[in-house]
């Protein structure tokens, strides 16, 4: 193992090159703007996203904007006051609002106050489907009944049927952790990644699957034992997805964070090993804040982890290992 792991490394980037959550070259300067108390950027961006149906970056692009206006508000209040009807102002407002309600005690009463902010979104661009995936976001805190989840999930399908955001919302309101059950989700993920169009992060949609049932609070019961050879499945259709992107891509490198954290769990090293090559200085703060406080941290120690693993299975005379071995029944 001592011999092995230093030759290992190759491939990856040292611990002090590792950065958490980058944004990528258009959200950059929007976000040093915001921080100089300047909306005019963020707003000039996320119209552009909205006029060309640009859905997916819409939706990276509001999330992270919210963030940052619920640490820096200043230059957000500042948008809201010269442009109240704003439809990219009103969405951000709109996302930012669920998510302090997340936080909350009183969440589903807080979730719930937000709906007229919601509806103005939504009713700012009718074909924006980013709206339905804050709606499903509420729908789940709001402790909504299916009948209402169905009725949104047809909202958001109709405006982008492949849209990644609105199927990760719909994927965790189906989870065992909320409303679903373990079948249920895997069964909605397999069928929307049988779907996805060539490409799409919709395809990462079993291995969020397997990463729920994984990490699942209550722990898998007998009666809804996900078998090994699904969760591995799930994994495989999501390095073949992430093999269609280059190496060092920051699009893709929240579902590469997601997919060797899975295949750590399943044991398969020299998987991981790869995959944490293709991330290369993109670590992502989910999926590791759910399981440390330190999610940078916790991402350098699997990758040390996962090196060690893989040089102990080594032979001397340095020939590779095969995928760690596959254990039968659940992890």
């Known amino acids: 193992m001592v011999r092995h792991t230093p030759g290992l490394a190759a491939g990856l980037p040292a611990d ?49 904007l919210a963030a940052f206006a619920r640490s820096r508000g200043e230059w957000f209040d500042d948008w809201r006051f010269a442009a109240p009807h704003d439809p990219d102002a009103l969405l951000v407002k709109a996302e930012l609002e669920v998510a302090r309600g997340w936080d909350s ?13 919601i509806t ?40 982008s049927p492949h849209h990644y955001g609105c199927h990760v919302s719909a994927l965790q309101y189906l989870s065992a952790a909320w409303y679903g059950s373990h079948r249920e989700c895997f069964d909605f993920a397999e069928r929307a990644a049988q779907d996805a169009l060539p490409g799409s992060l919709v395809q990462a949609l079993p291995v969020r699957a397997a990463f729920a049932y994984l990490t699942s609070e209550a722990g898998p019961g007998p009666a809804a034992t996900v078998p090994r050879e699904r969760l591995d499945a799930a994994a495989d259709l999501a390095i073949a997805l992430s093999h269609e992107y280059t190496a060092a891509d920051p699009w893709p490198a929240e579902v590469r964070n997601l997919l060797t954290y899975v295949l750590v769990r399943l044991e398969r090293w020299t998987d ?55 254990a039968s029944g659940s992890h």
Do not use: C, M
């Open 272 to 326: 991981a090993l790869e995959q944490l090559r293709l991330t290369g200085p993109y670590a992502t703060s989910f999926p590791w804040d759910r399981i440390s406080d330190d999610p940078l941290g916790q991402f350098l120690e699997l990758r040390d982890g996962v090196r060690i693993e893989v040089a102990a299975g080594l032979p001397l005379g340095g020939r590779r290992a095969g995928r760690g071995p596959r």
């Open 120 to 159: 103005a979104a939504a009713e700012g661009d009718p074909g924006d489907p980013v709206p339905w995936r804050v709606a499903l976001d509420q729908a789940r805190g709001t402790n909504a009944p299916h009948t209402v989840f169905e009725k949104l999930w047809a909202e958001a399908v109709r405006r």
């Open 16 to 64: 002090d090159d590792i950065l958490l959550d980058v944004p990528d070259d258009r959200l950059a300067p929007a976000l040093v703007a915001a921080g100089r108390g300047e909306y005019e950027a963020a707003a000039k961006l996320l119209a552009s996203t909205r006029e060309a149906g640009e859905w997916e970056n819409r939706d990276r692009y509001v999330t992270r």
């Open 105 to 117: 005690p009183a969440r589903a009463e807080l979730l719930r106050e937000v709906t007229p902010l």
